[in-house]
């Protein structure tokens, strides 16, 4: 294990753990990078509040202070990198990129939870029709399209409440490979839900159907831990089995992504 690019911290109302914990968690296994990337804090027009789901804008600075203080202080054992998780929000995307270049964040990823604004926005993991699938699919690609993003978390997130993997979710796995494939945009393979489903018994991604299609449309795939406590970054069984699973992608399974910055 050598980089893990998705973990939040508990400002966002459903995790635990104090930042440093999620560093320490991560040096016990031999990371040599870590990117913080909670979900990011939107600033509503209309002053909405999702404290179960992300930070409050007000938080944001405490949120940057601290990871820089943990890449100063960790400096020599491990790189220490500072980003968000994002959906794809129309109105919020010329503030995104403006926050993202003021603050010099390191990088973005796009996780597209709910469609233009958890406000107001349907919930994309309750996705249940094909036309339901099909929005995931046009906001998701849409999100793409911005050129923000270092890469495309759990982009099988549909599979959380839709009944089976169709012929209309074959299609919807296409063509989200192929705007990937065609921007060089990486997909996540992400563990958190199969790590929860120890407990639940519930499992609905990463999705083997899914990624058999990411495989043979040419996409590059990196394992996201989507860590949501420390303990979930100090499971190495849970990204070795990751690894055995994706070694048919070979050398587009990445062990890093590429952070220029903004």
């Known amino acids: 294990m050598k980089a893990n690019y998705h973990t939040h911290t508990a400002r966002c109302g459903h995790a635990e753990g104090t930042d440093e914990e999620y560093v320490l968690a991560a040096l016990s296994q031999g990371f040599d990078e870590l990117g913080f990337s909670d979900h990011v804090p939107w600033p509503y027009a209309s002053g909405y509040a999702h404290p179960h789901v992300r930070m409050h804008l007000s938080q944001m600075e405490d949120y940057l202070q601290s990871i820089r203080a943990l890449k100063e202080k960790y400096k020599d054992r491990i790189r220490i990198l500072i980003?968000?998780?994002?959906?794809?929000?129309?109105?919020?995307?010329?503030?995104?990129?403006?926050?993202?270049?003021?603050?010099?964040?390191?990088?973005?990823?796009?996780?597209?939870?709910?469609?233009?604004?958890?406000?107001?926005?349907?919930?994309?993991?309750?996705?249940?029709?094909?036309?339901?699938?099909?929005?995931?699919?046009?906001?998701?690609?849409?999100?793409?399209?911005?050129?923000?993003?270092a890469y495309l978390a759990h982009p099988d997130l549909f599979m959380r409440s839709y009944p089976r993997f169709d012929e209309n979710c074959r299609a919807a796995a296409r063509d989200l490979c192929q705007a990937c494939r065609e921007k060089n945009l990486p997909m996540e393979y992400n563990t958190h839900d199969r790590f929860i489903s120890y407990f639940t018994r519930r499992k609905s991604y990463p999705h083997p159907a899914f990624f058999e299609i990411a495989r043979e449309e040419g996409v590059r795939v990196i394992i996201g831990l989507d860590a949501h406590e420390p303990g979930e970054l100090a499971v190495p069984e849970q990204f070795r089995l990751a690894r055995r699973e994706l070694e048919p992608f070979g050398e587009r399974c990445l062990d890093h992504i590429e952070t220029a910055g903004f």
């Open 83 to 149: 980003g968000f998780e994002c959906e794809y929000f129309p109105d919020y995307m010329g503030w995104l990129a403006d926050m993202a270049a003021q603050k010099e964040l390191d990088y973005l990823i796009l996780g597209n939870h709910y469609e233009n604004s958890d406000e107001t926005g349907m919930y994309f993991g309750s996705a249940r029709t094909p036309g339901e699938l099909r929005r995931y699919v046009e906001s998701t690609v849409r999100g793409m399209e911005t050129g923000l993003f």
